[in-house]
């Protein structure tokens, strides 16, 4: 197939996205004709799962929450009232935001939270963006419970570039507690312990016939023997990277995180913790009933995680027996790198024509990210971690603190001075051997800050992610937001700056907006900062996160009004 790679000097590269950035937004006002509103009411919902009735938030109600239909080019407007007890924010997970970062959601990023009996309007354009993304709450640990299908049809007289499916079905993996999920990361908050791991994995939020008391609820996916069906496989778990399998079919995979591939066939998917993954299934299997499964990947040596598995029932027209009960699918073990690993090597970006590819062949910054674990000493008292200290989780050593009486992006459009300091380090200020079976015990305490990297308007960035064997190694699910990348490269060990590049793809490289950085290992990613604001990049299992495995780039205005970033709306929440 050939692949539409543009190999472009890196200046006229930059004048050429300027332009095009031009010239895709007005196209885009112009050609969008649909205004999507929507009404979102955070509230406590009564829901039965795994013989118990609990009290969960939800979205209208439902859970998972309203799935969103749109078309590429609309502009939506999604007014949210927050009912529940719990501070809140709607993130729209992928959604490139150009221009409109006071609607990207995450607390004190880019808004101040919207209190209980608050409520906040979410206004953005879907600008050149098509296929599966999704939506949760980004505050404290809101989106177990609190997250939806964002799907994003193609703009009217175009396609997909594969065959039209017979039907779409949304799959959203989940993480379930018999706990209140907020009860479970407080407690581990106050203590400084790990938070306890999930009762149950779902699928479109129920755990299916593998758990007590959830057969009659198990999720059933109707399909007609020839069809060719296309699933939308969302990972939504709150802490767990999922193996995804549907028994005795062959998935051709054709898209993540809404950008194509590059269709090839497989038998599992392993997707991390925001991740998507288009795949087309066709019925060719003998009339029957076939489980669609999932179940973890942990990669952590001696890290607790949930080891159940959760089903749905792919169940053909005319199946003899609804009753009957299907043949559990083979899924990898556990801790199966290798398989993960095969999965995330086979993806490469389409390449066509009508979706080109644009990999940046040189970088204006090139940066070196240590991301991993740590532990923090509690002086005068013994907390809940190893050996009386605290877990925690950094980048470059720093553990990301959260500002509290403003947004960092409310500081920077208002040049508001004490809310962070613009001094992350662009290479960690200690090197060592990351990935030694062994790290000292003097690397493994992390400094608290709110610190940002400031990159100048249309910078060509690389970053360099590298996972440290500090406590335990593990997979990391890392999300950059307003951003989709190109994974150029990635590996197992320490990265060598002089033999690596050597090995990067620069023609057809996957681009998406979460890359899992493998166990004790790196990836490179690469990406024009394109879209002035503020941009928190995080890893996405929030047990993480809430120990302060994040950064936030901050992206200065361009040289014209299209090209900085809106002004602020009247009903954005105060502190």
Same mark, same amino acid.
């Given at each position: 197939?050939?692949?539409? #790679?543009?190999?472009?000097?890196?200046?006229? /590269?930059?004048?050429?996205?300027?332009?095009?950035?031009? !010239?895709?937004?007005?196209?885009?006002?112009?050609?969008?004709?649909? +205004?999507?509103?929507?009404?979102?009411?955070?509230?406590?919902?009564?829901?039965?799962?795994?013989?118990?009735?609990?009290?969960?938030?939800?979205?209208?109600?439902?859970?998972?929450?309203?799935?969103?239909?749109?078309?590429?080019?609309?502009?939506?407007?999604?007014?949210?009232? #927050?009912?529940?007890?719990?501070?809140?924010?709607?993130?729209?997970?992928?959604?490139?935001?150009?221009?409109?970062?006071?609607?990207?959601?995450?607390?004190?990023?880019?808004?101040?939270?919207?209190?209980?009996?608050?409520?906040?309007?979410?206004?953005?354009?879907?600008?050149?963006?098509?296929?599966?993304? !999704?939506?949760?709450?980004?505050?404290?640990? +809101?989106?177990? $419970?609190?997250?939806?299908?964002?799907?994003?049809?193609?703009?009217?007289?175009?396609?997909?570039?594969?065959?039209?499916? #017979?039907?779409?079905?949304?799959?959203?993996?989940?993480?379930? !507690?018999?706990?209140?999920?907020?009860?479970?990361?407080?407690?581990? $908050?106050?203590?400084?312990?790990?938070?306890?791991?999930?009762?149950?994995?779902?699928?479109?939020?129920?755990?299916?016939?593998?758990?007590?008391?959830? *057969?009659?609820?198990?999720?059933?996916?109707?399909?007609?023997?020839?069809? $060719?069906?296309?699933?939308?496989?969302?990972?939504?778990?709150?802490?767990?990277?999922?193996?995804?399998?549907?028994? *005795?079919?062959?998935?051709?995979?054709?898209?993540? &995180?809404?950008?194509?591939?590059?269709?090839?066939?497989?038998?599992?998917?392993?997707?991390?913790?925001?991740?998507?993954?288009?795949?087309?299934?066709?019925?060719?299997?003998?009339?029957?009933?076939?489980?669609?499964?999932?179940?973890?990947?942990? *990669?952590?040596?001696?890290?607790?995680?949930?080891?159940?598995?959760?089903?749905?029932?792919?169940?053909?027209?005319?199946?003899?027996?609804?009753?009957?009960?299907?043949?559990?699918?083979?899924?990898?073990?556990?801790?199966?790198?290798?398989?993960?690993?095969?999965?995330?090597?086979?993806?490469?970006?389409?390449?066509?024509? &009508?979706?080109?590819?644009?990999?940046?062949?040189?970088?204006?910054?090139?940066?070196?990210?240590?991301?991993?674990?740590?532990?923090?000493?509690?002086?005068?008292? *013994?907390?809940?971690?190893?050996?009386?200290?605290?877990?925690?989780?950094?980048?470059?050593?720093?553990?990301?603190?959260?500002?509290?009486?403003?947004?960092? +992006?409310?500081?920077?459009?208002?040049?508001?001075?004490?809310?962070?300091?613009?001094?992350?380090?662009?290479?960690? +200020?200690?090197?060592?051997?990351?990935?030694?079976?062994?790290?000292?015990?003097?690397? !493994?305490?992390?400094?608290?800050?709110?610190?940002?990297?400031?990159?100048?308007?249309?910078?060509?960035?690389?970053?360099?992610?590298?996972?440290?064997?500090?406590?335990?190694?593990?997979?990391?699910?890392?999300?950059?937001?307003?951003?989709?990348?190109?994974?150029?490269?990635?590996?197992?060990? #320490? /990265?060598?700056?002089?033999?690596?590049?050597?090995?990067?793809? %620069?023609?057809?490289?996957?681009?998406?907006?979460?890359?899992?950085?493998?166990?004790?290992?790196?990836?490179?990613?690469?990406?024009?900062?394109?879209?002035?604001?503020?941009?928190?990049?995080?890893?996405?299992?929030?047990?993480?996160?809430?120990?302060? %495995?994040?950064?936030?780039?901050?992206?200065?205005?361009?040289?014209?009004?299209?090209?900085?970033?809106?002004?602020?709306?009247?009903?954005?929440?105060?502190?």
């Amino acid at each position: 197939m050939e692949v539409f #790679n543009r190999h472009v000097p890196a200046r006229l /590269y930059k004048a050429r996205l300027v332009l095009n950035a031009v !010239w895709l937004t007005l196209l885009t006002a112009m050609a969008s004709a649909n +205004l999507i509103t929507e009404t979102f009411v955070l509230q406590s919902t009564s829901v039965k799962r795994l013989c118990g009735t609990h009290n969960i938030i939800t979205v209208n109600g439902q859970f998972p929450g309203p799935a969103l239909h749109v078309t590429n080019g609309d502009t939506i407007m999604i007014r949210v009232y #927050n009912n529940a007890q719990y501070n809140a924010t709607i993130h729209w997970h992928g959604v490139r935001q150009f221009r409109t970062g006071w609607s990207d959601g995450p607390e004190f990023i880019t808004q101040c939270p919207i209190r209980p009996g608050g409520s906040y309007t979410y206004r953005f354009t879907i600008t050149g963006q098509e296929g599966t993304l !999704w939506w949760h709450a980004h505050s404290s640990w +809101l989106r177990a $419970t609190v997250y939806g299908a964002l799907i994003i049809s193609p703009m009217v007289g175009t396609t997909y570039p594969f065959t039209t499916p #017979n039907s779409e079905v949304p799959i959203l993996l989940g993480e379930w !507690w018999n706990r209140n999920p907020m009860d479970v990361v407080n407690q581990a $908050t106050q203590t400084g312990a790990a938070p306890n791991v999930s009762d149950a994995f779902t699928i479109n939020g129920q755990p299916g016939d593998l758990y007590q008391c959830s *057969s009659s609820d198990t999720i059933r996916v109707p399909v007609k023997s020839g069809e $060719t069906n296309l699933l939308r496989v969302i990972n939504a778990a709150l802490n767990t990277d999922l193996f995804f399998t549907v028994g *005795s079919h062959t998935m051709t995979v054709v898209a993540v &995180d809404a950008l194509y591939t590059k269709p090839f066939q497989t038998n599992f998917l392993m997707l991390g913790p925001g991740q998507t993954t288009d795949v087309l299934v066709t019925a060719d299997q003998s009339t029957g009933r076939y489980y669609i499964a999932a179940r973890a990947y942990s *990669s952590g040596q001696g890290v607790p995680f949930d080891n159940t598995t959760t089903v749905a029932i792919l169940e053909y027209d005319g199946s003899p027996s609804s009753t009957s009960v299907p043949t559990v699918p083979s899924l990898p073990a556990y801790n199966d790198t290798q398989t993960a690993t095969k999965f995330a090597n086979a993806l490469r970006s389409l390449g066509s024509h &009508d979706h080109p590819v644009f990999v940046p062949q040189s970088v204006n910054e090139n940066l070196f990210y240590t991301i991993g674990l740590g532990l923090i000493n509690c002086p005068g008292k *013994s907390c809940g971690g190893p050996n009386g200290s605290r877990f925690a989780a950094s980048m470059n050593n720093i553990s990301f603190v959260l500002p509290s009486t403003s947004s960092i +992006l409310q500081a920077q459009h208002f040049g508001m001075k004490g809310v962070f300091s613009g001094d992350f380090p662009d290479n960690p +200020l200690v090197q060592f051997d990351y990935t030694a079976q062994s790290v000292s015990r003097g690397l !493994w305490s992390p400094v608290k800050g709110t610190r940002v990297k400031v990159l100048n308007y249309n910078t060509t960035v690389q970053v360099i992610l590298q996972g440290t064997n500090i406590f335990a190694g593990e997979s990391h699910p890392i999300h950059l937001h307003g951003y989709d990348f190109y994974i150029v490269g990635s590996g197992f060990g #320490n /990265y060598n700056s002089k033999t690596d590049p050597q090995k990067f793809n %620069l023609v057809d490289p996957p681009m998406r907006n979460t890359v899992n950085v493998p166990v004790n290992g790196w990836a490179a990613i690469r990406f024009v900062a394109d879209n002035p604001g503020a941009w928190v990049m995080h890893c996405h299992l929030d047990v993480h996160i809430t120990w302060g %495995l994040a950064m936030v780039f901050v992206v200065s205005n361009g040289p014209s009004p299209l090209l900085s970033i809106e002004s602020p709306p009247i009903d954005l929440p105060q502190c």
